[in-house]
């Protein structure tokens, strides 16, 4: 196994990446402002401005009003440069996602995964089909798409484009960046989606300009993405995350993961529906077989004042809370968000009920550095950190020769 | 709160580290030994020792047998140029070792604290009066030391030198240096024992040459020193790696926390002799009140085939094993030490089933990529970790103006 060490050139990366962010974040804006926002040298700002400017990825736009001393140029993001797209394989459904380079989404497409419907060449038909039609539909010329981010549950190689396993599907090694080539010419990048939420809150969410920031993704799934030291924690075979399957409650229920007590089986979305069964059997909240009709169903509840409901979020947020009470003495981060569909559906009650819980499951001092908060992103965070990533391989690739991550037709075919 | 991001000048620093690792672990060496183990490129490595050379921790001893070509310039670390001072203020023990610049111990002094004698005043008395003698006992005159670092349980801000709180003292905000430095003239620096264990680990263990390494400490209290990308994660207030507290039983056994059910009450010294009460309350094996001698009289009984020791440490270890599985699962990491005294006396038997109950809690793929071992260190590693501090101090006090996480005499007391 190779030693994975900082190098100057991820610096560099960074860098590159932060100054990006911060011009997405605020355009237009000046070197001087951005050198100020991201702590760099207005020397190293200046250079990284050229090579965005290079890129093509940001533009100049003229300068800023001077109150005396020489005027400032200004830069933004050249939102229409070019496109960027995001894939997110989920379990159920197939989301796909046209950004411009601002990242706001330009045209969207979504389609079930029916029942027997999850075989790779299928999913990965219907992926292309929705790839070429998202680009038709907002009229970008296939050469403008800078790259195709995909997300799929489960482990993945990011450097051979392989699903390594998906419980959900029982993928196994699936090459599936080489399937998706035979169909599509862009540059394509694979990730999970832990790590897609946790790099889309990192550049447009809750985790920017964080140094470190744990992003639980609350699903049907149940896992961690963690920006430790300003970048992605991914460990030694891109695995880092699996959170949901921390033990929380020694032989407590069983998990489809083989094991017992898993944090996913108490705060995932069945786990959720197993909570509200053990306190209200009978309860009409309850949609057997309809994880989304339950959660909505309890967060309608809850609004109304159900008790029932009120106290299955209560004990659902005792769980979580005492798992990310787990994260925050082990981590010592700066911010947790609550991301995906539950979190989103449950909102601020779930949050208020986690906040007090992990209160009562941490060290004062460590809790009282960590900020909880919900995932302020407005769209779907697995397709925004999808095409994140294929941003950042543009970013990337064009800065050294290797393409780690990166596939295109021609290598993938090859 | 301040960003913490990975700054050109922490690559730089790092490099030197790994640099001056290498030769410590490995002298005498050629810089091209040095460029072909770190990854570095030689002009890296030619300045990085030429540094070294320039702080008199290492020195030029001639050159290589040559097979032809241009001979090659050997360096080794000057054991003899300089010491190093290491403090583990332990909940019963006062222990300060001197080493010379290759890390060897050359002088230790032991005393107990007795019950009533960890009034701040009265243990910087005792670390006083051990420096001194260990100081006096390996003939070293007091300018040759080049630090002194200090490791005291609990939360500690290294760089304002303050304990925090240390729950087993009841300590709150003591100024430690700043009281430390009335007493002694050397450069002092100030962290806590999982940290000490794990930067121990990482110049001169198991996490050596690792870029994520999990240092799990087993004594009394219990805790995780984390490195990942290939430095050790402090989190944003210095307290992370607090794993003792993640809750692994919910509504588990109290711990003196406050809390319920966390990880230290299962498989720290006294959670030990608690699984050995639950299993045999009258076991001649449990000496009520020694948490030393119980977990001693396990050991010996292990090895005598004594069935109740050895259920006793297979329960103890299907404790941990969860435990570290769900470390496993999060962060991904090359290695997981188990490491103190508890994991030093129980050893392989404890290893062993260790292995075998994390096996049973993670997933496949990530347990595949993570090795579980002892600690090889044979000496305190926290006396060992708390002197490398001084050492790390010391190559970066010289290549900056900035003292973080260093006090001088002149500094604290101004």
């Known amino acids: 196994m190779a030693t994975r060490r900082r190098t100057s050139r991820d610096i560099r990366t960074a860098n590159r990446y932060e100054v990006l962010r911060q011009i997405i974040a605020e355009s237009p804006t000046s070197r001087q402002e951005l050198a100020a926002a991201t702590g760099l040298s207005l020397a190293t700002v200046a250079t990284l ?10 533009t100049e736009v003229g300068f800023e009003d001077s109150t005396g001393g020489r005027p400032r140029g200004l830069v933004a993001v050249n939102a229409s440069g070019g496109a960027l797209i995001g894939v ?13 380079l601002a990242l706001n ?3 969207r497409a979504d389609e079930d995964v029916p029942p027997g419907g999850s075989r790779p060449e299928q999913l990965v038909a219907r992926v292309a089909a929705a790839v070429g039609a998202v680009t038709a539909r907002a009229g970008v010329a296939g050469a403008r798409v800078l790259g ?6 489960g482990q993945v190689d990011r450097d051979s484009g392989v699903s390594e396993y998906a419980p959900n599907w029982d993928w196994h090694d ?6 998706l080539a035979e169909h599509l010419a862009h540059p394509l990048y694979l990730d999970n989606p832990l790590r897609a939420c946790a790099v889309a809150e990192q550049w447009f969410g809750a985790a920017r300009g964080r140094g470190d920031a744990v992003v639980v993704n609350l699903g049907t799934g149940v896992g961690a993405g963690l920006v430790l030291g300003g970048g992605l924690h991914r460990g030694v075979s891109n695995s880092a995350g699996e959170w949901g399957h921390s033990t929380l409650v020694l032989d407590g229920r069983p998990c489809h993961c083989g094991d017992h007590g898993c944090v996913e089986t108490y705060v995932g979305a069945p786990g959720i529906m197993h909570n509200l069964r053990e306190l209200s059997p009978g309860s009409a909240l309850l949609h057997p077989g ?3 009709a339950t959660v909505e169903a309890l967060a309608r509840g809850v609004a109304a004042g159900d008790p029932v409901a009120r106290e299955a979020v209560r004990h659902t947020a005792r769980y979580l809370g005492a798992a990310v009470a787990g994260l925050v003495n082990l981590l010592n981060p700066e911010v947790v968000v609550l991301s995906s569909w539950v979190a989103a559906t449950l909102g601020e009650p779930l949050l208020h009920e986690v906040r007090e819980a992990v209160a009562r499951h941490t060290l004062r001092r460590p809790a009282a550095a960590t900020e909880i908060v919900l995932s302020p992103i407005p769209t779907d965070p697995v397709c925004l950190g999808a095409a994140t990533f294929a941003l950042e391989g543009a970013l990337s690739s064009s800065s050294s020769s290797s393409s780690s991550g990166r596939r295109s037709r021609t290598a993938a075919s090859s």
Do not use: H, K, N
Not at 50 to 55: A, D, K, P, R, T
Not at 148 to 153: A, C, H, L, Y
């Open 105 to 107: 989404t330009v045209a």
């Open 148 to 153: 195709v981010g995909v997300s799929v549950p």
């Open 49 to 58: 401005v050229g090579e965005l400017l290079e890129l093509r990825l940001i």
């Open 174 to 179: 699936v090459p599936l960046l080489d399937l």
């Open 88 to 100: 997110d394989l989920a379990e159920t459904y197939v989301r796909v996602e046209l950004f411009d």
């Open 290 to 292: 309809d994880q989304t």
